[in-house]
């Protein structure tokens, strides 16, 4: 069973790049069965696909925030991450990274807990 | 983009009823590529349905999914109390690739 661990700074100032890390357990990122994502959700609302990274390196992004955002893969550590540039009141969410495997490509399977982002000065 | 609406925004039920929650979409969706997610308050999303009516690994035979073009639906045949949760449906479009959710549905105890 995969596990993912989201992991970053809890706080970040407007303009500045939010950075975020996942890390796996029970894969391998460089296997090329696997889609890795990040979604994120602000308190009390819905589900927000941010982008995904396919395990030989190729890139999905969400067009709303394709302009500001990259995912790229770390295959010595086992993660992935996401980085958001200028980063907003807006963009303060709790942020999952998550896997699919590519047979079932369409939905998402596997889910880290999260973590709490605050955009704030 | 395609645009999923949820119906209803709460569904208010006793444990032992059967709830059934609509998706609809502002365009066809290909049946292979819409799901069904279930959140409990400060969980992550777990995979309920893929293909509009798979369960994922795990999932009890009470979930069961239906449909096809613009109208899903996620039928539970007989709340137990852990069912009480918000779902939400997602769909994968393909040009460009992208998964857009639903604004969720919370299935409270009546």
């Known amino acids: 069973q995969v596990q993912l661990q989201e992991s970053g700074p809890g706080l970040v100032k407007p303009s500045q790049t939010l950075s975020l890390t996942c890390s796996v357990s029970?894969?391998?990122?460089?296997?090329?069965?696997?889609?890795w994502h990040w979604i994120r959700q602000p308190a009390g609302k819905g589900l927000e696909w941010i982008g995904r990274i396919y395990s030989r390196g190729g890139t999905d992004y969400n067009p709303s925030l394709n302009s500001r955002i990259s995912i790229s893969l770390d295959t010595s550590n086992n993660q992935f991450s996401l980085r958001l540039t200028s980063a907003t009141a807006a963009d303060t969410a709790i942020y999952f990274c998550a896997r699919t495997d590519i047979t079932i490509f369409g939905v998402i399977e596997d889910w880290g807990q999260g973590t709490r982002v605050t955009v704030s000065s | 983009e395609i645009v999923l609406t949820q119906s209803p925004g709460t569904l208010s039920l006793s444990p032992g009823d059967r709830a059934t929650l609509s998706c609809r979409a502002s365009?066809?969706?290909?049946?292979?590529?819409l799901g069904w997610y279930q959140q409990r308050p400060g969980q992550a999303p777990r995979l309920l349905i893929y293909?509009?009516?798979s369960r994922a690994t795990g999932i009890p035979d009470r979930f069961s999914g239906s449909g096809s073009g613009t109208d899903f639906t996620l039928t539970i045949s007989r709340l137990e109390p852990e069912d009480f949760a918000v779902y939400y449906c997602?769909?994968?479009?393909?040009?460009?690739?992208?998964?857009?959710f639903g604004q969720g549905t919370k299935l409270q105890i009546k």
């Open positions: 029970g894969d391998s990122v460089a296997t090329g069965t696997n889609f």
């Open positions: 997602q769909q994968y479009g393909l040009s460009p690739p992208m998964y857009t």
């Open positions: 293909g509009t009516s």
């Open positions: 365009q066809n969706v290909a049946s292979s590529y």
